[in-house]
C-alpha cells in the first residue's frame, strides 16, 4: 500500500524532498513532480513524471498525498486545493504568506472536518531538538525560565530585506520554541545591532519573546554570520540548563588548531529532520490524520501570525503584545 | 521493483534489520523473518511471513535477497545456501567462526561468478567514521602513522571469554581500520591489562598491529568499561590528525557538571551505519553487485582469518607476524 | 623595595586577597589585616599584624598601599582616606554605593594629581577574557555586532532583592564589557523571567545594553542557577566570533555520561585573576601610577553610575537611555 | 626571610626559572644567573648579579639555593656540588645523564643525611594532573587497568635522535606515570611508526609500559606532529575513566569551521606548573624538606635509568623487564 506522493515545486527543498520520499521513505513513492521549469522538475523527478502544472499534479488519480515546496506566494493556493482534493498536504513553510491567507486554510481544513495539513517546520523532527524536548518535559529540570536560540546563516543576498530575517528565518524559531515549551507566547522586543557600516541589514537582531507563562525566549537572528549556519538553543530550567551540543561527526588538529566543521546551510544540518519528518507524515497518513509531533495547520498559521506582529516591534522598536485570532473551528 | 528480502534470526540484531527494511529502506521490502522461535519470529515480521526455517526463507521464490543475522555457527551454511541459490546475502559479522569456512564461501561465490556477499560490517557506513576516511584519503594530513582506537562495550556476560573480545569485537576493528588505511596487517602485539582483580577477563587488551605501510593501529578494547558504549578513532598522520568527536545531541548542565551521554550499546550509536548500510545494499542489487563501500566475502574472511591469529598473540604474549592465504579467484 | 600592603576586611574576598599577597606576589609583603572581627583579621593575617580599625591601617607608616575588601557601604571612607594619605589604594567592587560617593572618589584622586585608585574589576586580568579581548582587537573578525554574556552564580541568600541581581552581579558585566568593546553604552532595556514560582527573584533578567558603536551586550544574569557557579562571552563580530571555552581540567566518563565539573562560585573561576591583578598593581606602584588595564577610579564610577540606572530599567520594564556625568578633571 | 636562589643556566627554562623566581615567588628573591654566555646571564638576570661560573654561584654565601637548568651533562657535577654546599636544589630534568650519576648523586644525598634534590618534573604540579591523581586516589572510579598518554611535540631539530624521543620527551611520562599510579613499571615494549618517509625518526614510537600492579601506560611520543605541543592522559578504570580536558581559553568561530588552538611548546601549556612548582620548592626549604609532591632525588634517578633500559626495548624491538637497582640510604 504504498502512498504515491506528488511534489510541487523543484528547487532545492523540493528537489530534496523528491529525493527523500524516492530514495528513504518506505512505503511512499514518488508519483511526479510539477516545476514551471520543465527541465527542473524532470531532474527532480529522476524517472518519475515531471510536470508544469502543480494543480493538475495534484488532481491526479495516482497522486494521494502533495507536498508544497513552490515559491511561498502559491503555498496557499495549492494547500487549498489539496483540501479542496481531500488529499493529505505537507506544506513547506510559510503555510502563507498573509494571516489572512493561513486562516482561509485553517478554516477549509476545519471544514473538510479531519486535518489534512501538515506544516514543514521540521525541526520538531530533529533529534537534537527532540533530545531538548524530552529533557524538558522530563520534569527534572524544573520549569523553563529561558530559552537562547542562535539561528545563524552563512550568508543571504543582497535583496535580502531585514523583516525577511523574521519572515524567513526566524518563523522556525516561532515554531519550534512554541514547541519546545508548550506555551503562546504574548509579547515581543526586537533590538537590531546597528554597529556594522558593513552589513546593510542591521543584522544581527535580538529577538526578545515572553511567553504566557512568563518564560523568555531570546533569539540571535543572524543573516550574515559568515562562517556557517549554525542553529542552537539552550534552555535554562529551576534546576541547571539542556542545551544542543555542536554537531561535529570529527575534528582535525592542524596547524595550530583543533578545528570542526560547520554545515553550510540548513539542508545537511537538518538532513535527519527532513528524513524522518517525511516517514512520519507518511505514517500518520496511513492512519488518516497528521503527526502528532508536526505542526499542524494551525501552527503553521501562529508562526504567520506572530512573524507579521514581530516585524511590527522591529519597525516601532518598542514592546509589542502578541495576539491571536480564534482558532477556525 | 522492490527487492523482497528475508531475514534469518530475529535476536536483537536480525529484528533490527527486519525493522530497516520494514521502515527505513525504499525499494525493498520485508518478506519474512525466520527464527527458532517463532513468537520471536512473528514478532520481528511484524506482518510479514514467519517461519522456523532459515533454509527455507533462502528458497522462497518472492525472496530475492538475504540478511543473515542468526548465532554465529549457522552463518556458514547459510550463507552457502543463499550463494548457491544465487541470491544475494548480507551476512551479519563474522562471516564464518572459522577461517576454513570463510574460504570455503569465498570459493563458493568465486565459483559463482559473480559478487553476492556483504559482510554486515556496518560501521563503514558511519558518517563519522566517512568523514575519517574522507580526511585521510583526501591527503591534506600526510600519511597516516598511527591510528588510536577505542572498542568499549560497557558489559559482556559472565560467560565471555577473554579471546571473545577479539573474535566477537576486535574483529570490527580490523575491517574498519583495513578500509580506513588500504592496508594490510602484518603483525600484532597484544598486551592485557591484569590490575584489576574486579575483572576475570584481564580487561583491558591493548592491540597493537602494524600495516605493510609501516603505520601502527593501537587498540584497547574494554568488555566492561562499565559507563557506556564508546568507539573512538583518532588518525595520526604527518601533518595533524583527525578524530571522531563524541557523537552527543545534547548536554545539560546540573548538580555542578556539564555531561552529555554515551549509547548503551552499538544499536543507537551505529543506527544511521545500519540505515544507510541496507540502503547500500539494496541499491548495489540493483546494480547486480555488492557496495563498493561495503565488506564483501574476502573482507569477511580477512577479519575472522586474522582474529584467529591475534587470539594467538595474546595467547603467547609475543609479537605474531600475521598471514593471509591466496584470495580464491 | 617590598611594597607594605594592608588589608582592609577579613571576609571571603579580604582573606583572599591577604593570602594572595602573602603567598603569590612578589616584591610585596602583607604588612597587617583589619577586621571589626579581631579574630578573623588574625587568621587572615597569618602572622602579621590585625587590627579592628581600617583608617588606622591605612595611616600606618610600614604600609604603603592598601587593599580594601570591607562591607560596600565602607569603600567610600577608606578609600578617600587613602587618597588623602597619599597612598595607593586597590578597592574591591563597588567603588562606592552612590553615584554620589563614586564621583567624590574621582574627585579626590583629580585633586591630588595622581592615579591612586585601582577598582577591583579583576575580570580584566583572567586570561580567557584577555583573549576574547586580543581577538577583538586583533581586527581579523571585524567589528563587534553582539556580546551574549551569561552570569550564573549557584545560589543567593534568601535576603537578596532582585536589583542586587545587577548592583551585585551585574556590575562585573559592565565593566568587563565596556573594556571588551572599548565603548560606551547609552541605553538598556531589562527583561525578568518570571515563569518560576519556585524563584522569588524573577530570576533570570535578561539585560540587553546598547554601545554608542550600535552594537549590542545580551546577558543573562541568574542568581539562582543552581548547577553551579559560570561565567561566559561570545563576541559576535562580522566576519565570525570568539567565545570562552568552558574552564575544565579534566573530564570524567562514568554512569552513562562524559562530566566536567564547574566551580561554586567566581573564587577558584578567577584564581588566576586576582593573582595577576595583585602583581599588576603592585608592579604601576611600583611605576607611580595604576596598571593601564585595570579599572581606575572613573571605571568603578561609570559601573555604579549605569547599574543605577539599570535598575531603573527593570522597575520600569521600559528602554531607558544611559547617561554619564562629566568626569572630573 | 626571603630565600636567595641562584640560577645556572640561562637559556629558555634558566630565563624562565630566573623569571619566575623574581616575578612570581613570593618569599624568594633572585641572587644571580650563571651562564658561559655573560650577556645571556645578564639578560635572565634582569639587574641581580650575573657570572659565567655556576660553581662560583652555589659557594656564593647569598645563595641560599640553587635551581640547576644548565646543559643535561653539567646537572651531576652542579647538583653534587650544591648537595656538597649543603644547599637545596632544583635541579631540571634529566637529574643526570647516565643511571651511574644518577646513583653517585642519590647517594650523596643520602650521606648528607637530609633531602636536598628537587627534581624538576614539573608536571606534578600541573593543575589537570592534579585533578587527574585526585580523581584516580580518590577511589571512586576503581582501580587503573590503562593509561593512555600522548606527548606530541610540534618539531624537533634535524639532528634529533630517535632515542632521544624517549631521553628528553618520554622521561615526563615515566615520571608522571609513576607519580599518578603509585607502581613502579616492570615491562616495556617500544614499537616505532615506519609509515612514513618524510620523518626519519620511525616517528610516533608507540611504548607500552606494565606496572608491578598489572596495569598499562600507552604513550605516543611525537616528536614531529606538527600541528602543536599535546600532551594527554586518559586513565581508564574499573567504573569508568577520567582525562585531561584539552586546555583552551577561548575558541574562535570562522570559515566554516570552530576552532581552539593549541601552545607552540611546553612553556605555556605548563606556566602554571612551573609556577606552582617554584613555590612549592621554597616553601619545602623552608620547611627543611623537599615537597613531598615534587618528584625528589630517587624519581630523578628513575627516570634515568628506566629510560635507557627503555632505549634499550626499542633498539631490539622485544618486550624488556624494567628493573631498578636498590635506592642508596
Redesign the interface.
Known amino acids: 500500500m504504498s502512498l504515491g506522493v506528488g511534489v510541487i515545486g523543484a528547487g532545492i527543498m523540493g528537489a530534496d524532498h523528491a529525493r527523500i520520499i524516492?530514495?528513504?521513505?518506505?512505503?511512499?513513492?514518488l508519483v511526479g513532480v510539477a516545476d514551471a521549469d520543465l527541465a527542473r522538475a524532470e531532474r527532480a523527478a529522476a524517472g518519475a513524471r515531471a510536470v508544469t502544472d502543480g494543480m493538475a499534479l495534484i488532481g491526479a488519480g495516482d497522486v494521494d498525498a502533495v507536498i508544497v515546496a513552490s515559491p511561498d506566494p502559491t503555498h496557499a493556493p495549492l494547500t487549498l486545493a489539496a483540501i479542496a482534493a481531500g488529499k493529505p498536504v505537507l506544506c513547506e513553510k510559510p503555510l502563507a504568506v498573509t494571516p489572512e491567507d493561513c486562516l482561509r486554510i485553517a478554516e477549509a481544513e476545519a471544514k473538510a472536518g479531519r486535518k489534512l495539513v501538515h506544516t514543514g517546520f521540521m525541526r520538531r523532527f530533529d533529534?537534537?531538538y527532540g533530545?531538548?524536548k524530552a529533557?524538558i518535559d522530563g520534569g527534572?529540570?524544573?520549569?523553563?525560565?529561558?530559552l537562547?536560540c542562535l539561528h545563524r546563516n552563512q550568508y543571504v543576498p543582497g535583496w535580502f530585506q531585514p523583516q525577511m530575517a523574521i519572515t524567513n528565518s526566524f518563523v522556525h524559531e516561532i515554531d519550534v520554541c512554541r514547541w519546545l515549551l508548550g506555551a503562546e507566547f504574548v509579547a515581543a522586543?526586537v533590538?537590531p545591532?546597528?554597529?556594522?557600516a558593513?552589513?546593510p541589514l542591521g543584522?544581527?537582531l535580538?529577538i526578545?519573546l515572553?511567553?504566557d507563562?512568563?518564560?523568555?525566549v531570546?533569539t540571535?537572528v543572524?543573516m550574515?554570520?559568515?562562517?556557517?549556519y549554525?542553529v542552537h538553543a539552550e534552555a535554562?530550567c529551576?534546576?541547571?540548563?539542556?542545551?544542543?551540543?555542536?554537531?561535529?561527526?570529527?575534528?582535525?588538529?592542524?596547524?595550530?588548531?583543533?578545528?570542526?566543521?560547520?554545515p553550510?546551510n540548513w539542508i545537511p544540518r537538518f538532513a535527519d529532520a527532513y528524513r524522518i519528518q517525511a516517514?512520519a507524515w507518511v505514517a500518520a497518513i496511513g492512519q488518516g490524520s497528521v503527526d502528532a509531533q508536526a505542526a499542524d495547520v494551525w501552527d503553521g498559521a501562529v508562526a504567520t501570525i506572530l512573524a507579521e506582529q514581530i516585524v511590527e516591534a522591529l519597525r516601532t522598536?518598542r514592546?509589542v503584545a502578541l495576539e491571536l485570532p480564534p482558532r477556525p473551528q
Request: glycine share 8%; hydrophobic share 30%; charged share 30%.
Open positions: 524516492r530514495e528513504e521513505t518506505a512505503d511512499a513513492h533529534p537534537a533530545e531538548l529533557a527534572g529540570l524544573g520549569p523553563v525560565r529561558l537562547h522586543t533590538i545591532s546597528t554597529s556594522d558593513y552589513d543584522d544581527p535580538l526578545v515572553e511567553t507563562a512568563g518564560a523568555l531570546s540571535e543572524s550574515n554570520a559568515e562562517y556557517g549554525h535554562v529551576a534546576r541547571g540548563t539542556v542545551a544542543m551540543a555542536e554537531p561535529a561527526r570529527t575534528l582535525t588538529r592542524t596547524d595550530g588548531a583543533r578545528r570542526s566543521g560547520y553550510v516517514r522598536r514592546r
